[in-house]
């Protein structure tokens, strides 16, 4: 067996993308439910970017079987080989081309592949997983390097290709993927084939395929939500401000490219808030609120459509430069549709996520990912992620703004950041250098002598918290931090009550934002955690952010009453922003620790490969 080399410009990836680069793939694949796996073939167009030429194509892959690879135009076979297995990186495919390509020259190599049961892409849901407990659904998620495990590919930020498709699936099953749809045709035996184009070039992570019982309902120009048909009214209604989100983005920044902006509701088992795949956003079923209050995460996703999706970072150690400028985009789009104090207010209940991140990885003794720009030679970019690139990222551009003199400055700057970079991949060393070019003539290049102030060492490679303290609007915050101290100095009172109309009041954000400030105080005793339920009628809560904070603020007092409100909850979502907190949270309970593993270890299947993996890391099982 061989050991291949890691990417240069990738630490996560085996890609030689030095030597040759994948500029457009055609993956043409069916979807087997019963078999649980998906197979077909990929046609990688590959072209020679080395002065010296190449010979070979290294892709990446991971559990997933290769049976052939052949040369496109003539069936002629291609020999290759797996490389020896990393335990996080996968297996590398070492392809010999059938003659050394010249420096710009090109090749199709078609590729055979086949998904196992040890795929870390894709979730595939039995009927019952469901809401309409009828069919089962199937979807990917890749970022962070889960692509390789669904097709070989160079799975690496650092390339960036447009793809076609078709996807073969049962008639009765739509299928969608990070693409615009361009056709679909009866195929045999009750198959149908949808066929897909997506135009722009995108990294691996951004291809997403999907397939279920999927109805949709347009909702606006650009938007069709897409979802089972039980819930697609609900999903309309919640997602119908979406184009409002599109064009505060485009007047922020350029015109959106991308043709189509679709979400997908996912079934509860969706790892994440969002994930940004261009043309089909996937969103979790914990936003539906039913009332519009937590739809600022399709800003987040929305935002992606430049940061991330068009601007891309290199490689994994730089991936604040997708968080961290996303992050500062949708709060922009906040402050625009709902004012200013609206951006800072969600800074506060950002900047208290990212203390409980840096506190973590403190608490499991990796300080190091908490640095902006973490060092993941050989390790799992999977357990870097956490709130520390959006909101410590947030936190630099933050300050950066500021300093130059605000958002009249600084505004100009980002849109000319997003001009600069569009379709490349970039460092942070890319970032900084465009930032004091820019500056060199705008401004009068008074603003200079400000950048050369930052330290920029301690902002990129520091661990802990910011280096630089930003002070936030509080206006918005304080009617929840009067509350919060109330209930703190009542704590003697064997009978608590304060009225619900300050608490009925509150936004749905300020009530997340008066549970964080209970939950920076000392552990509440139970009888003032009881009468807080009482008055509030807190077991009735279904906004999913407010109902983890409460639950957490309980299992941080070991209140053994609310044992069976968190396994039921953790149980039926598999967001990793509510599971993972709480699952530690019982675990470190006197009571809790066999609880949290019986009742990991009882629904672990519910769960996505990536959020089960996380899981059991957390809980040592």
Known sequence: MTTAPLCPTDPTSF??????????????????????????????????????????????????????????????????????????????????????????????????????????????????????????????????????????????????????????????????????PTGETEAFNGLK?????????????????????????RVGPRTTVWSEPEVVEAAAWEFVDTETFIKTGEELLTPYTWGIYDLLLLPASFPYGGMENPCLTYVTPTLLAGDRSLVDVVAHEIAHSWMGNLVTPVSWEHFWLNEGFTVFIERKI???????????????????ALKE??????????????????RIHGNDPDDVFSSVPYEKGYNLLFYLEKLVGGPAVFEPYVKAHVEKFSHTSITSAD??????????????????????????????????????????????????????????????????????????????????????????????????????????????????????????LCLNAEYEPIFPAVTAFITSVGRMKFVRPLYRALAKCKNGRELAVKTFTEHRSFYHPICAGMVAKDLGV
């Open 357 to 374: 991140s840096v506190d973590h990885f403190d608490e499991i003794k990796h300080p190091e990912y908490s640095c902006l720009c973490p």
């Open 15 to 180: 890609a030689n993308s030095h030597e040759v680069v994948v500029r457009h793939s055609h993956i043409d694949m069916t979807v087997d439910f019963a078999g649980k796996l998906l197979r077909g073939t990929v046609d990688h167009t590959i072209r020679c970017v080395a002065a010296a030429g190449a010979d070979r194509l290294v892709l990446d892959s991971s559990f997933v079987k290769v049976p052939s690879a052949t040369v496109a135009a003539t069936g002629a076979a291609l020999k290759f080989e797996l490389a020896d297995r990393h335990d996080i990186y996968g297996s590398a495919v070492i392809i010999q081309l059938p003659a050394k390509l010249a420096h710009g020259e090109e090749l199709v190599v078609r590729i055979g592949f086949e998904t196992t049961d040890k795929c870390t892409a894709l979730q595939w849901l039995e009927p019952s997983q469901t809401v309409g407990k009828q069919f089962p659904y199937l979807f990917s998620q890749c970022q962070a390097i889960h692509a390789r495990s669904l097709l070989p590919c160079q799975d690496t930020p650092g390339v960036k290709h447009t793809y076609t498709a078709s996807v073969t699936s049962p008639s009765h099953l739509r299928a969608l993927m990070s693409a615009v």
């Open 193 to 217: 084939t949808y066929k897909f184009e997506q135009k722009t070039a995108i990294p691996s992570y951004l291809i997403a395929v999907a397939a279920g019982n999927i109805v949709g309902k």
């Open 431 to 552: 970032f900084k250098n465009f930032l004091f070019e820019y500056f060199r003539t705008a401004e009068g290049g008074s603003k200079i002598p400000l950048l050369e102030s930052v330290d920029w060492e301690s902002w990129f490679f520091k661990a802990g918290m910011p280096i630089v303290d930003n002070h936030f609007d509080t206006s918005l915050a304080v009617a929840c931090e009067s509350l919060a101290n109330r209930w703190d100095a009542a704590r003697s009172d064997p009978n608590p009550d304060f009225g619900k109309d300050v608490f009925d009041g509150f936004n749905s954000n300020q009530k997340v934002m008066f549970f964080e400030k209970l939950l920076d105080k000392p552990v509440f005793a139970h009888h003032t955690l009881q009468a807080m339920d009482k008055t509030y009628h807190l077991a009735e809560i279904q906004n999913a952010e407010i109902k983890c904070r409460w639950q957490w």
């Open 334 to 352: 906040v402050s625009r549709l709902h004012g200013e104090p609206s951006r800072h207010f969600s800074s506060i209940i950002g900047f208290k």
